[in-house]
């Protein structure tokens, strides 16, 4: 630790989600729920992580960030990566443990949260000077004015901006105001070049001024880049910590051995998913989707048992689970040996639109006379218009609806009669 | 000249009262009673919504519709208020009476307005087209060639000696339909039955009606289905028992000053009026085979310029925007027919979608903005199958996928 000082402080911290669903007025189980319960049976004895029908999302957490230090934390999907962010924020409350945090926190969690769409601009960028605890500062709101580019819509009520501003506004505030401590969840997937350096900047500048950052990302390759040490959380606890390069590292290797370690009887699933993410072509994970970049989802599983074929089902849903996408495609065995294998759903740019998804890689099985099982891995992601030129919503100042945005071809003719040959306009 | 003229067309609500109970206890109001006492309660009816019997089944299912339909068209009745052009059909087939206005009909009058209405069970095939032969007004000495054509039209000859009541839905569609398509009534009315015929019957009778429009019949089309049909050359929408629009094919003549579908406007300015523009034709023009897009394509009669449009247009399912599209805002510098035309990919599942089309207009600085919705039924490409999942996802584009070894990969 190159700080004198501990910003954040984590002891012993656990958090128990009950999964205990309350179902009153109601007796006897369906037999979907008897093979939920038979599965979620199953899932104790194998992981040993689940107690009951409790579940550990965090587990014994021990952190100390010091002044000036860049912390990164990675971790597979479900890990508890982001419950841990959520309880720095102060959003969830720990279960078991402490946490002190010294100086005032940026949590760049949910951008949008907290932006009142009844106040104006400039009154939503007064409120939340005022909630980071400083006094009325008329240079503030201007420079995050202009860096939000709404300086025309100032006295406009937020609801009444254009579509983005919301997110805009609460990106440009969150990270002009008076911090000691930003909580970053996959920051710099977000928003264009400029936004990013703008980030980075700013990241800067907090450890320059003795504050600290805690930045959670899929995107290894970003967190190499700016993170002095780096945490690796797994199953809600903790793996790892150590310099950025180590616990990468190490990282990358248990995913890799995972998925060579083909152990048919380790237990009775014919298959077994390792890992789903969200990745660039060339297959490095990504934080984030660029709307104007093909993006894959990428599905690495274990067929275990290749007498029984098996399908895998991505599907895709919005963040009110309506769903987009949903397909299957079946695989049939081939020789004798178990196999890792890969399936790779590529999701075109121009497709969905900016706001949050998740995604689901299922794998289904079914034995003879046998209920059918399936396992099943789910990843949230953002879609971020990065490139306003590129945009498909370029040009327009309104609300920018729809579960997707697909870019669609229009053309235009004119004609001074109503049937017959139109010229192009 | 004309083949059905309405006026001021009305028709009140369904009686739906409930059905006096007869006589003394039976086992079933016995077994009722004692459900009673064991719920706590008498069993709500299921009729009683939770606006009762003053929801919907109270309000007219026809409101003042007037119209007049050519011979020889093909109208389709795509809804949304499908029980105002159910109400209509049915007037026309005579098994539902006008409250008040009239309608004439110019001509005798065949119709199917549900699948199966008009067969009788305890017959044959063979037997239920001699027997219909006479009410579908076919002269008696055209009895066996009548027979003939039914059958051979319906491909239903290898069961003529099959009672009804054996009968698929499907196979008693087709030889309903096959009656009324080769009796030749000049007025034809067909419910929400197309769908259940295969393709190939389908295109069959799609053929047979074009035919016949040509020689002088009329069409009426209900269902949804047909919002995207090209079968159809006039589309008349229902909303609350009133005709919202009433749209010519794109390319046939429009009536002058305003346009066919001045009416539809919502406009936002306090200033009703199409004064600048005018939505003269819809049509839409599925994927075929060589082509996997959708086309949608509007025509609109510019009736002021120098002016600028923007469009947009809204997919829906349900209440749900499933994506919107936004074009970029042209200028039109003179009086013209401007023609706007957006190609779809293949994203839209086989599933019922409305397209809201919003027009912006501004004409020196002043916004003028309209809306209109319009049905769109995904027609599934040729060769979409199905992908195996039991949750219905909104759309369905054809995404990429690539599954293999990992070792492979590596290589």
Redesign the interface.
């Known amino acids: 630790m190159n700080g004198t000082t501990a910003r954040i402080a984590v002891a012993n911290l656990s958090k128990v989600f009950d999964l205990q669903k309350r179902r009153k007025g109601r007796s006897g189980l369906s037999s979907r729920e008897l093979a939920a319960m038979v599965q979620l049976g199953r899932s104790v004895l194998r992981r040993g992580v689940r107690v009951g029908r409790r579940f550990y999302a965090l587990s014994d957490i021990n952190l100390e960030v010091g002044s000036g230090e860049i912390m990164g934390i990675i971790g597979r999907n479900g890990a508890g990566k982001s419950t841990l962010l959520k309880i720095l924020a102060r959003v969830l409350d720990p279960t078991e443990g402490s946490v002190r945090l010294e100086g005032r926190v940026a949590s760049l969690l949910e951008l949008g949260a907290g932006f009142n769409g009844d106040l104006t601009v400039s009154e939503n960028i007064s409120l939340h000077i005022a909630l980071s605890g400083s006094k009325p500062d008329p240079d503030l709101e201007k420079r995050i004015l202009t860096l939000s580019e709404l300086g025309d819509y100032r006295d406009i009520d937020l609801d009444d901006c254009p579509g983005g501003a919301s997110a805009r506004l609460s990106f440009a505030t969150l990270i002009s105001v008076n911090s000691d401590i930003v909580l970053a969840d996959e920051m710099l997937a977000v928003g264009d070049t400029r936004f990013k350096q703008l980030c980075l900047d700013r990241i800067g500048q907090v450890r320059d001024e003795g504050g600290c950052v805690l930045f959670v990302s899929h995107d290894l390759r970003a967190i190499a880049q700016i993170c002095d040490r780096v945490m690796w959380i797994d199953r809600g606890k903790m793996r790892l910590v150590g310099s950025a390069k180590e616990v990468i590292r190490a990282y990358e290797a248990e995913l890799h051995a995972k998925?060579?370690a083909l152990d048919p009887t380790a237990s009775d699933d014919a298959a077994q998913i390792i890992d789903l993410r969200l990745a660039s072509r060339a297959g490095e994970p990504i934080g984030a989707l660029r709307l104007n970049r093909a993006s894959y989802l990428e599905c690495?599983f274990q067929h275990l048992r290749p007498d029984i074929p098996i399908?895998?089902?991505?599907?895709?849903t919005n963040g009110r689970k309506?769903?987009?996408?949903?397909?299957?495609?079946?695989?049939e065995p081939v020789g004798t040996d178990p196999?890792?294998?890969?399936?790779?759903?590529?999701?075109?740019p121009h497709?969905l639109?900016e706001a949050g998804y998740q995604a689901r890689a299922k794998v289904r099985w079914k034995v003879d006379n046998e209920p059918r099982k399936e396992v099943e891995m789910k990843t949230d992601f953002r879609a971020v218009d990065s490139d306003a030129s590129e945009s498909?919503?370029a040009?327009?100042d309104?609300?920018?609806?729809?579960?997707?945005?697909?870019r669609?071809?229009?053309?235009?003719?004119?004609?001074?009669?109503?049937?017959g040959r139109?010229k192009p306009? | 000249m004309f083949a059905i003229r309405a006026q001021g067309l009305t028709r009140g609500p369904l009686n739906r009262l409930p059905k006096p109970k007869a006589g003394g206890p039976t086992v079933s109001s016995a077994f009722g009673a004692l459900g009673a006492i064991v719920r706590g309660g008498p069993k709500k009816s299921r009729k009683d919504g939770a606006d009762g019997q003053k929801g919907a089944l109270g309000q007219d299912l026809l409101k003042d519709v007037s119209f007049t339909i050519d011979r020889g068209s093909i109208v389709a009745l795509p809804g949304p208020d499908l029980r105002a052009s159910e109400a209509l059909m049915r007037i026309l087939t005579a098994s539902l009476q006008v409250s008040a206005g009239r309608i004439e009909i110019n001509g005798s009058i065949g119709g199917l307005v549900t699948v199966g209405a008009n067969l009788e069970a305890d017959l044959t095939g063979r037997e239920a087209v001699i027997r219909e032969r006479a009410y579908m007004r076919v002269p008696e000495e055209r009895e066996e060639a009548f027979l003939d054509e039914v059958l051979a039209f319906s491909g239903m000859k290898e069961f003529e000696d099959v009672l009804i009541r054996r009968y698929s839905t499907g196979m008693s569609l087709r030889l309903g339909l096959a009656m009324i398509l080769m009796a030749k009534p000049s007025v034809v009315v067909l419910g929400d039955i197309m769908g259940v015929g295969d393709l190939d019957f389908h295109q069959r009778c799609k053929e047979q009606i074009r035919q016949m429009a040509s020689d002088g019949a009329t069409f009426l089309l209900g269902g949804p289905a047909f919002a995207v049909d090209d079968l159809a050359d006039r589309k008349m929408f229902f909303e609350r028992g009133r005709i919202s629009s009433d749209l010519s094919a794109a390319g046939d003549e429009e009536p002058e000053d305003g346009g066919p579908a001045s009416h539809v406007w919502h406009v936002a300015d306090d200033q009703v009026s199409c004064a600048v523009l005018g939505l003269s034709g819809i049509s839409v023009l599925p994927p075929t085979q060589s082509q996997r897009s959708t086309h949608i394509r509007l025509h609109w009669r510019v009736k002021a310029a120098p002016q600028k449009i923007r469009l947009i247009l809204d997919f829906l399912h349900g209440s749900i925007v499933v994506f919107r599209a936004v074009a970029r805002e042209v200028i039109v510098e003179e009086l013209c027919w401007l023609r706007a035309t957006v190609s779809l990919p293949p994203l839209l599942g086989a599933l019922h979608y409305r397209v809201r089309i919003t027009c912006i207009s501004d004409q020196d600085g002043r916004k003028r903005t309209m809306r209109i919705a319009h049905a769109l039924d995904a027609v599934p490409t040729a060769g979409a199958r199905s992908t195996g999942v039991e949750s219905i996802p909104l759309l369905r584009p054809p995404l990429d996928w690539e599954i293999a070894p990992i070792e492979e990969i590596a290589d």
């Open positions: 998925i060579s690495v399908s895998l089902c991505f599907e895709l309506q769903i987009i996408y949903s397909a299957a495609r079946t695989i196999r890792a294998m890969r399936g790779r759903l590529k999701i075109p497709f639109n498909v919503w040009g327009w309104g609300d920018r609806r729809g579960l997707v945005a697909p669609l071809a229009w053309r235009f003719g004119i004609s001074d009669r109503k049937r139109a306009l």
